[in-house]
C-alpha cells in the first residue's frame, strides 16, 4: 500500500480556471429557464419590502462601462435584500422618447419634416424597441437578475397614459402656465432644452465694452455721459432695451480722454487697465439708486433704453452695469417683467435673426456670424471701447455638442415656485448617499427656475392640450382623462392619428369655440417629464410594486435630472418624494482621469470584457470601486480584479476539496467542542458576516469586498488553511480534530459564498453544487445569521495576543531562513520563551502551538532565555534546525521514525493513525 494512499488528499471537480466566458451564459439560461427571479420573490411573498426603483437609461446603442456601474450595482443592492429576507422586486426601465433618436433616423436619410407626423413617429417606436432588445441582452449577459419579461418602457401605451395623468394633475393645480420667457435653445436640434440636457465646453467668444450715451439723467447726469456696459455676446446689442445697475454699489462718474463714463467704483481699477486708461480723473460719485430710470440712447440705432435697478449685478467681472435684452436672458427678462418691458426675441429656431431686428443687414444672418458685423458697426459709430477675445466655458446641447443661446419662445411651463417649499421640505425628509447629495439637490431646487417641459420635436408623448377658436388653451380633468384612455388603449400616436374633435370628450363644447372648432398642441413634453414620472407609470401604477420607493440610484449627473424632474413631478401631484434615500456613483473614466471617448482610444466595451475575461470580472470590478466620487477602469485595472478573482477561487477550491467527505448533518461539531483555534476562526468568521451584513445595508460593496478578501487572504490562506494541512491531510479522516477543522472550512465556504452571491452570482452558484446544502441555488438561499457566542471577547483578546506572537515567531523564522539555517519552516526546532502575562495566554488558549506555527518542534520554556535568542516584545525565541528524519508521511523532522516496527518508516504519530485506520497497510507493508 502506498503512503499517498494513507492520506486524506483533497479532491474536487471543482476547476481551477472558471471559464467564466463560456460558463457564465450557461448559468443564465438555467436561472431563466428555471425562473429563478420569479423563486425567490415567491418565497419572500409577506416579508417587509425593498423597493428600488430603475432609473431608465436612453435606448441608443450596447451599454458602456457606465451602464454596467449602474446595472451591477442594484444587481447587487436587489440580490442581497432578497437574500437578507426582503420582498426586493426588480423592474428595469428604459427611456425611449427624445432627440437622439430622431438623430439616429436623420442618419440613415429619413426627414421628419417631409414625413407624415404618425408613420415618423413609428419609425421611432421600432427604432427604440430595437434599442431596447439590444441593451436588455447586454444587461441579462452582465448577470443582472429582473422582471425581464415586464420591463417598463417609456413608449409602452400604460406609461404614457400615467404621464398624461400627472400632467394633469399638476394643471389642476395651477403648476402649468404658458409664457414668453428665455429659456435654454438649441438652434442645432430647433428645440427648447432642460437644464440637465445641457454640458459645458469651452469656447472663443469675443467680449466688447460698449459706451451708452445718457439721453435723460434726471437732473443727475448730463447726456455728454456715457454708461459703459462689457458683454461676451456682442450679438444681443441690437436687442438692447435697458441697462442694470446694482442699487447697492457705488458708481464713478470719470472723465478720460475729454469723455466721460460711468463705471462700478469696485470695477474701476480693473476696467481702467483692460482699457488702457493711464490717465483718468473720478469726477463724482453716485449711488446705484440714483440712475434708477434714467434713459440712454442706443448706440447703434433711433432707440431710447431704460436704466434699472437690480441686485444680480455683481462685482466679479465687467463693468458694473449689465446691457439688458430681455429676449435672450433669464435674469434680463426678469429684471424686464419688473420695468414692464416687453419681451424683445427677433430670433427663429434656426438662430437666424428675423424681419424684427432693428437692423435690414442682421436679417436672416446667423447669430454666431453677427458678432462681426455688430462689433464693427460699433466701431464705426465711436462706440466700441475695446474688442478682444477669451477662452472661457460655455452651455451646450447634450445631444448635438453644439452651443446653445437663450432665446425667448412661447412655451409651457411648470411653475416652481408655487411649491418650492414644499419640495425642499421632502428633501430634508429625504436621506442622501453621499451625505454631500442632500445640500446639491436643495441648493439646485432652491435657486432654478420655472421648468420648461414643451420640446418642438416629433418623438414624444403629446401635450396634451386642446385650443379654442380664439387660441383659449382647454385642460380640464375631462379632456385630460379622455386622453389618457385613448393613450392608454392605443397609445400616444392616438394624437396625430385623430383630429381633435375625436380626442375630445363626447359632445364636448367650449364657449371659446361656438362652431365646434378645436385644434390640438404640436409640441411634446420634455423627456425629463417622461422619466420623471415614472414614480407613477411604474411604482404606483404596477402590481407588486410601491410607492415611494426605498432607493434611487444613479451617476451623480442625475441631481440636476431624474433625481430632480422625478422629485418635482412626485411632490407636485402627492405631496411626497418619490424615494426614501438616493444613492449617487461618480463617472467613469480611464486610468488617467479621462471621460472615455472614441477620438482618444480609451473606450471599454462592456461586451468585449465578458468575452476576453468573463462578466464576473466586470462584478467584482463594481464591488472594487469606491463610486462616491469617479470610478477609474482599465484593462489593467480589470486584470488586478481577475488576479482577485482568481485568489477567491482558488481558496474556494482548497475549501471544497478538503470538504468533500464532510457531511455538514453528520460530521458536524458542535461550538462548545471545537478546539479554541476553531473557535477563534469562528469566531472572526462570524464577526466577518456582521461586518458584510452591515456593510450591505448601507449599499457599501467596497467594504464588504475588502473585509471578504483580507479575510480570505489573512485569516483563512496565510492562517487558517495554511497550517490545516497538518490535520486535514495527515489525521484519521473522521477524528474529531479533522472534523472540527472542517466544520469550521465548511460553514466559512457556505457563509463567504452566500456574502458573495450578489458581487460573484456565476461563481457562487457553482460552488453551491458542490455544498451539501438544501436550497438548490444559493440564489434561494438566505444570508448567514449572525450568531451570539459567549466567550467572543475573552477569546479574540487571547488569540489576537498569540498572534502578536506568532508574528514575532515568522519574523524569527525568517531570519534563520535568510541565514541558510533551516528551508521550509517544518525545518525549525523552536523554542519560545514567554513573558509572564504571555505564557498565561498560552495556557488559557491550551492550543497545538506546534500545529499552528508549522514547525517540527516546539518547546515553550519558562527559562531565562539564553543570549543567541532573539529578542521581542513579549517573547525571545530561538531557532534551530530540528534533529531527526523526514517522516515521509507527516513531512515532519522526528526524531521517532521506526519506532513502532511494523511501520519502521513512519513517525510514531503516523504510525499509529495509520495502525488504527487502514489494518491492511500493516498487512501488505508501506511504500513511499
Not at 5 to 11: C, R, S, Y
Not at 317 to 343: M, S
Not at 627 to 634: E, L, Q
Amino acid at each position: 500500500m502506498r503512503i499517498k494512499d494513507t492520506l486524506n488528499l483533497g479532491k474536487t471537480k471543482f476547476k481551477m480556471r472558471g471559464n467564466l466566458p463560456v460558463r457564465e451564459g450557461e448559468w443564465q439560461k438555467q436561472w431563466e429557464e428555471n425562473k429563478l427571479y420569479e423563486q425567490r420573490l415567491k418565497l419572500n411573498e409577506g416579508k417587509p419590502r425593498f423597493d428600488l426603483h430603475d432609473g431608465p437609461p436612453f435606448a441608443n446603442g450596447n451599454i458602456h462601462m457606465g451602464h454596467a456601474l449602474n446595472k451591477i450595482s442594484k444587481d447587487i443592492i436587489v440580490r442581497f435584500k432578497n437574500m437578507d429576507g426582503y420582498y426586493a422586486p426588480y423592474v428595469p426601465g428604459w427611456d425611449t422618447h427624445g432627440l437622439p433618436v430622431e438623430q439616429q433616423l436623420a442618419k440613415k436619410g429619413v426627414d421628419r419634416k417631409t414625413m407624415d407626423r404618425a408613420k415618423y413617429r413609428e419609425m421611432c417606436r421600432e427604432f427604440a424597441e430595437s434599442q431596447v432588445k439590444k441593451q436588455m441582452a447586454d444587461f441579462k449577459r452582465l448577470g443582472v437578475m429582473a422582471d425581464w419579461d415586464h420591463p417598463y418602457i417609456t413608449l409602452q401605451h400604460d406609461f404614457e397614459a400615467q404621464e398624461i395623468r400627472v400632467f394633469g394633475e399638476m394643471f389642476k393645480k395651477g403648476y402649468i402656465y404658458k409664457g414668453l420667457k428665455p429659456v435654454y435653445w438649441s438652434w442645432s436640434s430647433e428645440s427648447t432644452l432642460a437644464e440637465a440636457e445641457v454640458e459645458y465646453h469651452d469656447i472663443k467668444s469675443p467680449r466688447i465694452y460698449v459706451a451708452f450715451p445718457i439721453k435723460d439723467g434726471k437732473g443727475k447726469l448730463d447726456s455728454d455721459v456715457s454708461l459703459i456696459i462689457w458683454t461676451t455676446t456682442p450679438w444681443t446689442i441690437p436687442s438692447n432695451v435697458g441697462i442694470t445697475v446694482n442699487p447697492k454699489f457705488d458708481y464713478s462718474v470719470v472723465e478720460v480722454n475729454g469723455k466721460k463714463y460711468v463705471i462700478g467704483t469696485d470695477r474701476l481699477p480693473a476696467v481702467a487697465e483692460d482699457l488702457g486708461w493711464k490717465d483718468y480723473k473720478v469726477l463724482k460719485h453716485m449711488a446705484g439708486t440714483e440712475f434708477d430710470r434714467m434713459t440712454y440712447k442706443h448706440p447703434l440705432y433711433d432707440v431710447t433704453g431704460l436704466v434699472m435697478n437690480d441686485s444680480y449685478v455683481t462685482d466679479d467681472d465687467g463693468t458694473g452695469l449689465v446691457h439688458n435684452a430681455t429676449g435672450f436672458g433669464e435674469d434680463d427678462y426678469r429684471v424686464g417683467q419688473k420695468y414692464g418691458i416687453p419681451v424683445f426675441s427677433p430670433m427663429d429656431a434656426q438662430g437666424r435673426f428675423t424681419k424684427d431686428v432693428p437692423d435690414p443687414d442682421l436679417v436672416g444672418v446667423f447669430y454666431d456670424d453677427a458678432n462681426k458685423i455688430v462689433a464693427e458697426k460699433l466701431e464705426k459709430s465711436g462706440a466700441l471701447l475695446k474688442l478682444s477675445f477669451f477662452t472661457h466655458s460655455y452651455p451646450h446641447d447634450w445631444r448635438t455638442k453644439k452651443p446653445v443661446i437663450y432665446r425667448a419662445t412661447t412655451q409651457w411651463f411648470a411653475s416652481i415656485d408655487k411649491f418650492r417649499d414644499q419640495i425642499l421640505d421632502q428633501i430634508e425628509k429625504s436621506d442622501f448617499i453621499p451625505s454631500w447629495g442632500k445640500t446639491r439637490l436643495y441648493n439646485m431646487i432652491k435657486d432654478r427656475g420655472d421648468w420648461v417641459i414643451s420640446r418642438q420635436r416629433a418623438w414624444g408623448v403629446p401635450l396634451p392640450i386642446f385650443y379654442a377658436e380664439d387660441g383659449t388653451p382647454i385642460v380640464t380633468p375631462e379632456t385630460i382623462n379622455h386622453v389618457a384612455d385613448i393613450f392608454e388603449k392605443e397609445g400616444s400616436n392616438a394624437w396625430y392619428t385623430h383630429t381633435a374633435e375625436e380626442l375630445l370628450p363626447e359632445g364636448f363644447t367650449s364657449e371659446h369655440s361656438p362652431n365646434g372648432k378645436f385644434t390640438k398642441e404640436t409640441d411634446i413634453l420634455d423627456v425629463w417629464f417622461d422619466s420623471g414620472s415614472s414614480w407613477s407609470g411604474v411604482m404606483e401604477k404596477r402590481d407588486g410594486l410601491h410607492f415611494p420607493a426605498d432607493l434611487y440610484l444613479e451617476g451623480s449627473d442625475q441631481y440636476r435630472g431624474w433625481f430632480n424632474s422625478s422629485l418635482i413631478t412626485s411632490v407636485a401631484v402627492t405631496g411626497q418624494a418619490p424615494y426614501k434615500q438616493v444613492l449617487s456613483q461618480g463617472f467613469v473614466l480611464d486610468d488617467k482621469g479621462h471621460k472615455m471617448s472614441k477620438s482618444l482610444g480609451n473606450v471599454i466595451s462592456p461586451n468585449d470584457v465578458i468575452k476576453k475575461m468573463g462578466a464576473e470580472i466586470i462584478r467584482l470590478w463594481v464591488a472594487q470601486a469606491d463610486t462616491t466620487s469617479d470610478v477609474a477602469v482599465s484593462y489593467d485595472i480589470l486584470n488586478q480584479a481577475a488576479e482577485s478573482y482568481r485568489k477567491i477561487r482558488n481558496t474556494f477550491r482548497y475549501m471544497l476539496a478538503n470538504t468533500s467527505d464532510f457531511d455538514p448533518k453528520e460530521n458536524r461539531v458542535a461550538y462548545e467542542d471545537l478546539r479554541s483555534v476553531d473557535q477563534y476562526m469562528e469566531v472572526k468568521l462570524n464577526d466577518l458576516v456582521k461586518e458584510c451584513l452591515a456593510a450591505y445595508d448601507k449599499f457599501d460593496f467596497n467594504t464588504v469586498y475588502k473585509k471578504v478578501f483580507n479575510f480570505i487572504s489573512n485569516d483563512l490562506s496565510a492562517f487558517y488553511l495554511d497550517f490545516a494541512k497538518d490535520v486535514l491531510y495527515i489525521e484519521a479522516e473522521d477524528s474529531h480534530v479533522r472534523r472540527s477543522m472542517q466544520t469550521v472550512i465548511y460553514d466559512a465556504a457556505v457563509k463567504i459564498a452566500k456574502i458573495l452571491t450578489p458581487i460573484l452570482p456565476h461563481t457562487m452558484e457553482e460552488i453551491w453544487g458542490f455544498l451539501k446544502e438544501e436550497e438548490d441555488y444559493i440564489q434561494l438561499a438566505n444570508m448567514p445569521e449572525v450568531e451570539n457566542f459567549a466567550n467572543r471577547d475573552e477569546l479574540l483578546e487571547n488569540w489576537a495576543k498569540f498572534m502578536r506572537l506568532r508574528d514575532d515567531v515568522l519574523k524569527a523564522l525568517e531570519d534563520a531562513r535568510n541565514s541558510k539555517l533551516i528551508g521550509k519552516s517544518f525545518e525549525a526546532a523552536l523554542t519560545i520563551y514567554p513573558d509572564k502575562e504571555t505564557q498565561a495566554v498560552l495556557d488559557e488558549l491550551d492550543a497545538d502551538f506546534r500545529e499552528i506555527l508549522i514547525v517540527s518542534k516546539l518547546t515553550i520554556s519558562s527559562e531565562d532565555a539564553p543570549a543567541n535568542a532573539e529578542k521581542f516584545a513579549n517573547a525571545s525565541v530561538v531557532v534551530e534546525h530540528a534533529e531527526g528524519d523526514v517522516c515521509p508521511r507527516c513531512r515532519m523532522i522526528r526524531t521517532d521514525i521506526g519506532v513502532d516496527p511494523k511501520l519502521p518508516m513512519l513517525c510514531g504519530r503516523c504510525a499509529k493513525i495509520v495502525e488504527d485506520n487502514y489494518p491492511e497497510a500493516v498487512q501488505e507493508g508501506l511504500e513511499d
